[in-house]
């Protein structure tokens, strides 16, 4: 099986994996970060959202070789040691998650949304959601979060 | 004592901190050693004799391990998948209860039904097996909706059931009925057909089985809402393994919605493979597995009437109801459509006469049972179309209307005339909340602004109720349950006074870790950080019942109470002799015991070591150590209730639905935690505008599934929702020891029928009369175009 | 998804040479069609020749009066190019509509040209704004391109290497999704070109095809009600569960009416 090295939460990874692996696989199975979810079977759900390069991407639908030259972020890698990204902080602040399994792919997605709009209207984050399925909270809690959260990056009161 | 993190406090979750990280440990985040991996055939057929299995070249294959069969099932004597409710037909006889093997066996009766296990060393092996295998099916007619197979001559799922009936029961009194009717000044009729929906939490499901043969020893790793019913299961009719062979751990699960509440065959397979092959057998879902795999909702078709005299007051209601329950009959499925519907058919009115019949029907589909609200949502629906249409009809305001027939705060406990007794609320209240709520004086303004922007406004209503915590054991074994229906918890104080709480309750989703913490805050003046709640192991916990129908703050909560208080107690007594002070003199408050009318006290912590460290202690009438278990089976159901508005533009063009405004008002008993209530809320409003306007499972005739994947079965995404408006109104339930009803359902039971009001309401002028579930875009520019011919415009 | 041999080549030359004489080999670019269609194991190469690598094909210019969008640039690069917004703000506006950001980040405009898929957005863009494919072979016109169901005039092995779109002077696109797959059940792109009105839909049909009565009448005024009273047959359109084909046929009235306003 071919040898591919991965950089993953800003650490290389060596693993063999066949080439018709997914990302998520070799992230799930092999580098134990599960929590990277899968909860689909079509690229729909969104649970399974990385940042590749700093680009929110489904990586149940990204080959694993493909991603060999990326810098690759999970869930894992987004905290600052013990502190929560400024995100994760907002979903916990608003409870934007209850059984947790979408969430992931959620913080991950919204991550990116305000990276490149820190002042995104409650529309705009609605529909840069169409990628992200939650089943548990209606999506209220979730749109507070990033709205908390984007306030706190532009300096306001979280 | 209450405190800042006590009752009523909208503290942040303690269990968010490992999701966000993403170290939760849901069943396929869990790899042990030598694991293995299962793979299941099968179906694709709704009806077909399996007439040859052909495993040879799969079992040559590399990796695999074993190719099991319903063969290897029944030479090994794995029990069939039981029921756990029976209902008996009106006659008094038993329901049909068909069998229910873990491997289709002869024959196969839905698409999805497993026929085969492949096990081999990784997921990618065995699934490349399982295509080598060679099954030979003679393909039979089949029945997949409730029109076919009721129909005359219709194919039979199973021989024993004639018609396909499972059951033919009814309840109430139905020539009170007839009398009500004849006597109405106005009947009102509708035929509804309540739409089947898949639950799909997030997490499909999974499970790990591991048998150690060392010790003989099984453990079970499952997405499952109720672990020690799934291992009493495995235990008495499945696997027959005793429970002390056997442990059931349901580690973090994401998302049930009543579809893991279940005892499924894959939970006994991996079990029995793992046996079989000496490694650990995972199994996990694939997404278009968990359509055709996992047990779906509602799938009614019912005809109602509804006689009122000529002001309105409503005089009768008569019901007829076909259920679908699938092929087999899952874990509570006869209970769905009768004791957790029918008996909800008052609803929050006071109606002297009620008179309903369900016949329950077998389909070549995927069971059908309890999703979330669980007969409620069908009863919600029902009625409230129906009053809806009555307002309609008689001209007669949709809110005087309710008005005119809630049962009134005085009228508590009221005894409905289908066996429920509701023991408290005020529906007037959530009703004038929800009002203010949505601005509905300001309607009219807002219904001409969408005019001029061409879009056709729509307001619609429901007053609903529904029942919680499904109980008292002795009540509900009267009608059929095979089950107890209390919860137990064991609350253990360790020697310097931190806590740990074993509930018997589920967490997947609820926000048990936090909630549960603060009842411990308020009773002991622990803070939530010194606590830790254990749940989801059936090692590590005495028994439980787990979680569904809003259950677990009402029972399980009442169950952690109980414990408290015996700890409490106890501590009354060691603080007495540490205080030298009588116990009657000893009260417990704001977290320490004191001698009343001193300044002289213990904090629980001194007392809680002294139990553990009994050097100056009461030994000779106190046992040392401070832990206490406590079961709690509640004397009646919880009745939550309230009104839900929403608010829709249609625009007229696309048939698009959007939904605009939602405003609620729920009287969900005392809160624990406004902001996972509220949170609570808004995932059942989801779910029930999901049904409303997005969700079906669509079945054909002969039932081929043809909407089995996320690129065809619709469900809410953010930009189809609304913010909510969420109130409450709080009358405290007067049966169990902290006041709660339960809010897991609410919104996906009230809301469903207030959406679809509001569609006919935006329609209305057009002439359009009725639309089903759910409303999608080319229903509605149908349902358009038909009135406008009809009209002859 | 069985396994295949992959290739990560960095120049056109270097990816077609590794195609030659592989029959079972396919080109992967973005994946987000592709890797769908190996998950269920309904297309099985033997290797996979991945684009992924080659600069060249990323590229976005404005060479006279056309707009050049290599094969390799991503849908979410298409909508916030600066030059796209300029010149073709309906192309950007397009490209901003497909999928989901997820999907837009990795998606690119040859994958999605090249799989020719009936429900996807650009064919609409590719044949009402008149555009070039340009392949390493040749220089194929949008009416020549989609030829069927998830089929193009592309021969086996040749590589579309970036689309040619004419500048027009007003072009918008209306889309009604499928609500769960986020497809175009209808997708119709109305432009107003120096050559005249194209009107192109999407979605509705086996592949993307054009509507000359709502072009003739556009042609006379290029304004909604333009389109009043024409109606398109059902015959021949897809219909699902999702939506008939009268629904659709319905549908291409209404959004190209829509993307008429848009241009306005």
């Given at each position: ?158 | ?30 790899t042990l050693p030598d694991q293995s991996y299962a793979v299941l055939i099968r ?746 011919q009809g009209k002859g415009a | 998804m069985k396994d295949f041999q992959f290739h ?257």
């Open positions: 099986m071919p040898t591919i090295t991965l950089r993953v939460n800003r650490k290389n990874h060596t693993v063999e994996c066949a080439n018709s692996s997914l990302l998520v696989d070799v992230l799930r199975e092999q580098l134990r970060l599960t929590g990277t979810h899968v909860g689909c079977d079509t690229s729909q759900c969104g649970a399974c959202t990385v940042h590749v390069d700093g680009h929110s991407v489904k990586s149940c639908t990204m080959l694993a070789v493909e991603a060999q030259d990326a810098e690759i972020t999970t869930i894992e890698g987004l905290a600052d040691g013990n502190t929560l990204h400024p995100m994760q902080a907002a979903f916990q602040e608003c409870h934007g998650l209850q059984c947790g399994f979408c969430t992931s792919g959620m913080v991950m997605s919204t991550t990116e949304l305000v990276s490149r709009n820190p002042d995104p209207s409650e529309p705009e984050i609605r529909h840069w959601l169409e990628g992200n399925l939650c089943r548990c909270t209606g999506y209220h809690n979730i749109v507070r979060a990033v709205q908390t959260c984007a306030r706190g990056s532009r300096g306001g009161t979280p | 004592m209450s405190s800042a993190q006590g009752i009523g406090a909208s503290i942040k979750r303690k269990e968010d901190r490992r999701f966000l990280l993403g170290k939760g440990q849901y069943t396929d985040d869990i179906s694709p057929y709704a009806a077909a004799l399996i007439k040859k299995i052909d495993a040879a070249a799969a079992l040559a294959a590399p990796g695999v391990l074993a190719v099991l069969t319903g063969d290897d099932v029944a030479a090994d004597g794995l029990g069939g998948i039981p029921c756990g409710w029976a209902v008996k037909n009106k006659d008094g006889s038993n329901m049909v209860e068909p069998p229910h093997p873990g491997l289709a066996h002869g024959k196969a009766r839905h698409v999805g039904d497993p026929v085969a296990m492949v096990v081999a060393s990784s997921k990618a092996l065995a699934k490349a097996a399982a295509k080598l295998v060679d099954i030979d099916y003679d393909v039979l007619p089949g029945c997949g909706r409730l029109p076919e197979a009721t129909a005359e001559g219709a194919p039979l799922v199973w021989d024993q059931a004639p018609g396909n009936v499972c059951f033919d029961w009814h309840i109430g009194d139905a020539a009170l009925t007839d009398a009500a009717f004849a006597k109405a000044a106005h009947v009102v009729e509708l035929d509804l057909v309540n739409n089947r929906v898949a639950p799909n939490a997030m997490e499909p499901r999974a499970a790990n089985g591991h048998y150690a043969a060392a010790n003989d020893h099984y453990t079970l790793y499952t997405t499952s809402q109720n672990p020690h019913l799934t291992r009493l299961l495995l235990a008495a009719f499945t696997l027959h393994v005793s429970e002390h062979k056997l442990r059931v751990i349901a580690p973090d699960v994401g998302g049930g919605f009543g579809s893991k509440i279940f005892h499924y065959a894959e939970e006994l397979l991996v079990l029995w493979a793992s046996r079989r092959v000496g490694r650990p057998v995972k199994w996990t879902a694939d997404r278009s597995e968990a359509f055709i795999s996992d047990a779906h909702g509602r799938d009614h078709i019912s005809k109602a009437q509804l006689a009122m005299d000529k002001d309105g007051k409503f005089l009768g209601l008569r019901v007829h109801t076909l259920a679908n329950m699938g092929a087999y009959l899952s874990t509570f499925a006869p209970a769905v459509p009768t004791y957790l519907y029918a008996t909800l058919l008052s609803g929050p009115y006071d109606f002297p006469a009620i008179y309903a019949e369900v016949k329950a029907i077998f389909t070549n589909t995927v069971a059908v049972d309890a999703y979330r609200g669980a007969g409620r949502p069908e009863a919600t629906y029902l009625l409230e179309r129906l009053v809806e249409k009555a307002a309609r009809e008689t001209g007669i305001d949709r809110v005087e209307l309710r008005r005119r027939n809630l049962i009134q705060p005085s009228q508590f406990p009221y005894q409905t005339q289908v066996a429920l007794q509701y023991d408290i609320g005020d529906y007037q209240a959530t009703l004038d909340l929800a009002l203010a709520k949505i601005d509905y004086a300001g309607y009219a303004q807002r219904h001409a602004a969408s005019a001029a922007n061409g879009k056709l406004r729509g307001i619609g209503m429901s007053t609903y109720i529904e029942a919680c915590g499904i109980a008292p054991s002795a009540l509900v074994g009267a009608l059929g349950a095979r089950a107890g229906l209390y919860e137990a918890a064991n609350v253990r104080i360790h020697p310097t006074g931190s806590v740990t709480v074993f509930t018997g309750t589920h967490s997947h989703g609820q926000g048990h870790e936090t909630t549960f913490a603060q009842l411990i805050a308020d009773r002991l003046g622990v803070s939530t950080d010194n606590v830790e709640i254990v749940h989801g192991d059936t090692d590590r916990i005495p028994f439980g019942m787990g979680t569904y129908g809003s259950r677990s703050a009402s029972v399980g909560g009442s169950a952690i109470v109980k414990a408290l208080d015996k700890i409490v107690d106890k501590g009354k007594k060691i603080a007495a002799h540490l205080l030298e002070a009588s116990v009657a003199d000893i009260e417990f408050r704001d977290g320490a015991y004191r001698v009343v009318g001193t300044d002289r006290q213990k904090a629980f912590g001194e007392v809680a070591f002294a139990a553990y460290v009994p050097h100056n202690y009461p030994i000779d009438t106190v046992e040392p150590g401070l832990e206490e278990s406590a079961f709690y089976d509640p004397k009646n159901f919880t009745f939550p209730g309230g009104t839900h508005f929403v608010e829709v533009e249609i625009d007229p063009e696309t048939g698009v639905v959007e939904v605009v405004d939602v405003a609620i008002a729920d009287d969900v008993g005392v809160i624990i935690n406004p902001m996972i209530v509220d949170g609570q809320a808004h995932g059942g409003l989801a779910q029930g505008i999901g049904q409303a306007l997005y969700e079906e499972v669509q079945y054909d005739a002969d039932g081929q599934l043809s909407n089995g994947s996320y690129m065809t079965y619709c469900m809410p995404r953010a930009a189809d929702l609304p913010m909510f408006k969420v109130g409450n109104h709080v009358t405290a339930c007067t049966h169990n020891p902290l006041g709660v009803k339960g809010v897991g359902e609410v919104g996906a039971i009230g809301v469903p029928p207030a959406v679809i009001n509001a569609v006919l309401d935006a329609l209305a002028p057009l002439g359009v009369k009725d639309i089903s579930m759910p409303a999608t875009p080319e229903k509605v520019w149908r349902a358009i175009a038909a009135a406008k | 990560r080549p960095t120049t056109v030359a270097e990816a077609v040479a590794l195609m030659a004489g592989k029959d079972g080999a396919k080109f992967l670019s973005g994946g987000q069609s592709l890797l769908p269609v190996l998950k269920l194991d309904l297309a099985e190469p033997t290797d996979l020749i991945s684009l992924t690598g080659i600069a060249e094909l990323r590229e976005i210019r404005v060479d006279g009066q056309a707009l050049v969008i290599g094969a390799l640039v991503t849908h979410d690069a298409v909508a916030r190019s600066a030059d796209v917004r300029k010149h073709i703000p309906g192309l950007a506006a397009l490209a901003g509509g497909i999928g989901d950001p997820q999907v837009r980040n990795r998606g690119t405009l040859g994958g999605s040209v090249a799989h020719a898929d009936p429900s996807a957005d650009y064919p609409a863009a590719i044949l009402a704004l008149g555009a070039t494919v340009h392949t390493n072979l040749r220089k194929i016109d949008a009416e020549e391109f989609f030829t069927g169901l998830f089929e193009s005039a592309l021969a086996p092995g040749e590589l579309v290497t970036a689309v040619s779109f004419p500048i027009p002077k007003r072009a918008a696109y209306a889309k009604f999704a499928h609500r769960a797959s986020k497809y175009a059940l209808v997708g119709v792109m109305v432009a107003l070109t120096s050559s005249g009105v194209r009107v192109a839909v999407t979605g509705a049909g086996a592949k993307v095809f054009r509507v000359s009565a709502m072009e003739d009448a556009l042609t006379k005024g290029f304004v909604p009600e333009a389109l009043s009273g024409i109606t398109v047959s059902a015959d021949d359109l897809n219909g699902d569960a999702e939506a008939s084909a009268e629904f659709r046929a319905h549908l291409i009235g209404v959004m190209a009416k829509r993307a008429v306003a848009a241009c306005q």
